[in-house]
T-cell receptor, first 112, second 114 residues
Framework: SQQGEEDPQALSIQEGENATMNCSYK?????LQWYRQNSGRGLVHLIL?????REKHSGRLRVTLDTSKKSSSLLITASRAADTASYFC????????????FGTGTRLTVIP | GAGVSQSPSNKVTEKGKDVELRCDPI?????LYWYRQRLGQGLEFLIY????????KSGLPSDRFSAERTGESVSTLTIQRTQQEDSAVYLC????????????FGQGTRLTVV
């Protein structure tokens, strides 16, 4: 079964606005990763945050991790139409299962 | 190669036929994953290979599904006696070291069972 769930399932914003997506997971993790998917094909890695980190930045992306709440958020600032895609979180479980478990995804639409 | 390569990119097959999907991971990546993604859904884990260790097959949905990988090279996912519910995009990913590092995805194989 999938480890994570993203919220909201779909998000529509105007270009220039910020977009925030949330991910909740169930078990202890080593790290959490965010991926982006265009047009239902291959996923592209965006950012990885380790369990001992609380916040990480990469360009217009900001990721936070709260291990006590088993949740993470992805913030995209100053959104662009090209940011339109589906965004997934993936967790590397600390239980020894050598796997990446993906959430259900958030479909982001940025309106020009 | 430069990235993860999957073939074919699209496959249409008749119900009941067997299909074989191929994944060429990035050279040197010891971990290889197969996922299934139905239209508008998330990624469903199928199977995971790590070097020469026994694969984690816990995600395979039925005994019609099997996968092989020789060492750290090519992997094939085989679906026998395909059913319409097998229609999906099958995604392969590889990574340098299990889930501790980023995974690189291929573009997937879109399988349509008619």
């Amino acid at each position: 079964s999938q480890q994570g769930e993203e919220d909201p399932q779909a998000l529509s914003i105007q270009e220039g606005e910020n977009a925030t997506m949330n991910c909740s997971y169930k078990t202890s993790i080593n790290n959490l990763q965010w991926y982006r998917q265009n047009s239902g094909r291959g996923l592209v890695h965006l950012i990885l945050i380790r369990s001992n980190e609380r916040e990480k930045h990469s360009g217009r992306l900001r990721v936070t991790l709260d291990t006590s709440k088993k949740s993470s958020s992805l913030l995209i600032t100053a959104s662009r139409a090209a940011d339109t895609a589906s965004y997934f979180c993936a967790t590397d479980q600390a239980t020894g299962a050598n796997n990446l478990f993906f959430g259900t995804g958030t479909r982001l639409t940025v309106i020009p | 190669g430069a990235g993860v390569s999957q073939s074919p990119s699209n496959k249409v097959t008749e119900k009941g036929k067997d299909v074989e999907l191929r994944c060429d991971p990035i050279s040197g990546h010891t971990a290889l994953y197969w996922y299934r993604q139905r239209l508008g859904q998330g990624l469903e884990f199928l199977i995971y290979f790590q070097g020469n260790s026994a694969p984690d097959k816990s995600g395979l949905p039925s005994d019609r599904f099997s996968a092989e990988r020789t060492g750290e090279s090519v992997s094939t996912l085989t679906i026998q006696r395909t059913q319409q519910e097998d229609s999906a995009v099958y995604l392969c990913a590889s990574s340098l070291l299990t889930g501790r590092t980023e995974a690189f995805f291929g573009q997937g194989t879109r399988l349509t069972v008619v």
